[in-house]
């Protein structure tokens, strides 16, 4: 038995209280992509004049990129779901290590600040609990255009040697398509002298919207969304106004909210061809799927066992692995997922096992084999996706679960249980 403190302590962690057995109906709304706001935002810097940035998500992850902003000394205004940047004086280029540490996008400020002003002194990210998450790439791109770089301490250190303070275009082929490293490069290159390519960049939506954004901003690019980017450096860039795309993740974790309840509901905004792999595997455990322009009705059958390996856009992105699991741990028969972006992203595999699920785990491989109904559970997810994961599990469950890892889901899901709670769950938030 617990002693009081013990319990009274576990009562005291934020959670959410989840009834299971739920229905959902209606509609679910998308809010923008919070991997690409937060990108979008570190391009500011990239120019004096103001730029404003629409259809931002409520997140903590843009609270702490806009405080790393202003900490700089960047103009910011924001209202609910917009944001006005003025980057026109930055009084120094070394971001504080509290304030980076744990915004692994921060470190997406080292291109822009290096190709605006010359320098940037930014802490290592550091790795998280899905894996070491390295900026070798990020590192080795900035270099190809010319910067000297050091990591000493755990910060990295760039600046352009020579006189002219400005990168040289170059030829760089990534050793893997990473998001943060193509963006890197991408915003390094904007204002280098002459041509750079990117060849194996990263084909995410986000750094498509980076590349759109940058060109209304008066860059020269092409390619982006491809394998093989082309930029032609610029002297200098204006300023402009932009829409952030909506949350393909989100979006992805809502059709996976009403599977796995099986009920039907339409989400919006969405952009159909960023969720091609998850719609595809979505028909594939049986669910019907009508896309109608900018809105997904999706129609659960029986869900049935598949087999999901995540890749690099447009295969299955690994942002879902963790919530699609939690609806094959309901399906009838048996599915494998192997996870080939990060070396450590089945830890929500205990907090599902403790509600029933029946799964087994060789290294990055999890073979579930699918029960009838889960049980409700006190759970807590260890990063973002796993705790929308646990979410959407308690749903499903039979009884009422107690969800913990709130400053892990408040970073990538705004308002998750109100707009949940809109479409017919039942959740309560204990703060
Ligand atoms: C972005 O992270 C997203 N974050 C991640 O979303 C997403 O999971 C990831 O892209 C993949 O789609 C943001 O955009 C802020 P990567 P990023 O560099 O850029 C390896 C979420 O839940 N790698 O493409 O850090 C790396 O170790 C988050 O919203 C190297 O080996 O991802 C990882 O295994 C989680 N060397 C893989 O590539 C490098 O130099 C993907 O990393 C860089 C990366």
């Known amino acids: 038995m617990k002693n009081a403190v013990t319990v009274s302590q576990d009562f005291k962690k934020p959670h959410l209280e989840v009834s299971g057995d739920s229905r959902l109906s209606g509609e679910l709304r998308v809010s923008g992509a919070k991997n690409s706001a937060l990108v979008l935002m570190t391009a500011s810097l990239l120019t004096k004049s103001p730029i404003r940035v629409d259809n931002i998500p409520q997140l903590t992850d843009i609270d702490g990129m806009a405080n790393i902003l202003l900490e700089m000394g960047v103009k910011l205004n924001r209202s609910t779901n917009s944001i006005e940047i003025q980057a026109d004086e930055i009084h120094h280029v070394e971001l504080p290590y509290d304030l980076v540490h744990g915004l692994r996008a921060s470190f997406f400020c080292i291109g822009p600040l290096l190709a605006r002003l010359g320098k940037a002194k930014i802490p290592l990210p550091g790795g998280c609990r899905i894996g070491a998450r390295p900026v070798s790439e990020h590192i080795r791109g900035l270099k190809a255009l010319g910067a000297y770089v050091t990591v000493e301490h755990g910060v990295v250190t760039a600046s352009i040697p020579g006189p002219t303070k400005k990168l040289k275009g170059s030829h760089l082929v990534l050793d893997c398509p990473s998001v943060g490293a193509t963006e890197t490069v991408l915003m390094a290159a904007v204002l280098a002298q002459g041509r750079s390519t990117i060849e194996n960049a990263a084909q995410e939506p986000e750094v498509q919207d980076l590349a759109n954004m940058l060109n209304k901003m008066g860059a020269r690019i092409s390619g982006a969304g491809g394998p ?134 060789q290294g990055n491989t999890a073979v579930i084999e699918g029960v009838p109904k889960l049980s409700a559970a006190p759970v807590s997810g260890g990063d973002l996706r796993s705790s929308a994961a646990m979410v959407l599990a308690s749903l499903s469950a039979k009884g009422v679960s107690k969800v913990e890892g709130l400053h892990h889901l408040d970073r990538g899901y705004s308002a998750l249980e109100k707009k949940l709670n809109k479409a017919g769950a039942n959740i309560i938030r204990n703060n």
């Open 228 to 361: 093989k980017i082309t930029i032609e450096g610029v002297e200098e860039l204006h300023g402009c106004n932009y829409k952030v795309i909506p949350d393909r993740i989100e979006a992805g974790t809502f059709l996976l909210a009403a599977a796995i309840t099986r009920s039907i509901v339409r989400v919006s905004p969405v952009i159909p061809d960023h969720l091609r792999a998850v719609l595809q595997k979505l028909r594939d455990c049986g669910c019907k799927i009508e896309i109608e322009n900018d809105s997904i009705k999706i129609i659960p059958g029986e869900i049935i066992g598949i087999d999901i390996t995540t890749q690099p856009f447009p295969g299955f992105p690994t942002d879902l692995q963790a919530p699609f699991m939690a609806l094959l741990s309901t399906a009838k028969g048996t599915s494998i997922i192997t996870e080939k972006i990060y070396e450590n992203r089945m830890q929500h595999v205990g907090e599902m096992q403790r509600m029933g699920a029946s799964i087994k785990v």
